[in-house]
Each structure stands twice: as structure tokens, then as C-alpha cells.
């Protein structure tokens, strides 16, 4: 369905769902970056303390600069195969470290 096909109603919910779906990114990523310098001194070695702050810094770079990348590929991926299979496969890539 092309988007010139939706009804306004249709719209609306559209812009409403990527409004929220954006707010909880951003909410995610604010709430990360406040606690960073918490997780740092939790999960990094203490020998350095800026060090540890960088290091929790450098995971949230990772995953802020990850979202692109894997839009870029598996975005195409997601037009061929269809978007389920690849929001499904997103979800085990981000799993599998906790496996």
C-alpha cells in the first residue's frame, strides 16, 4: 500500500506510532547517557575512573552508530525478504551476546 493510498485516519496513526516510537528511542538513549559514568564504575575496571566513564561512553557510541549500519543493510535485506523476517532477525543479533 503506497502511501497516497491511506485514509487520513490512517495518517494519523502512522505519525502517531513513529512520534511514540521515536520518543521512547530518544527516552532510551537520554536515560543511558545520564546513567553512563554508574555503568562505567560498575561494569569497567577501576584502575582508571575516566577510563571507565569512556569505556561506558564507548558502548553507548556503538550502539547509537550500530542503528544506521544495520538500517543500511538490512533495511534492502527487509524490502526483498520482507520486514518481519529482518525485524525478527534484529532482535536474535541483539540477543545473541546474552545467549
Known sequence: MAALDLTPRQRQRAALAAL???ALEWYDFAVYGYVASDLGRAFF???VPGLQTLAAFGVF????????????????L??????????????????????
Open 78 to 99: 527487509g524490502d526483498l525478504l520482507g520486514r518481519r523476517l529482518m525485524l525478527s532477525l534484529s532482535i536474535v543479533i541483539m540477543a545473541w551476546p546474552a545467549c
Open 61 to 76: 557510541a556503538v550502539g547509537y552508530l550500530m542503528r544506521p549500519i544495520g538500517s543500511l543493510v538490512l533495511g534492502p
Open 20 to 22: 511514540l516510537g521515536n
Open 45 to 47: 575496571p577501576e584502575d
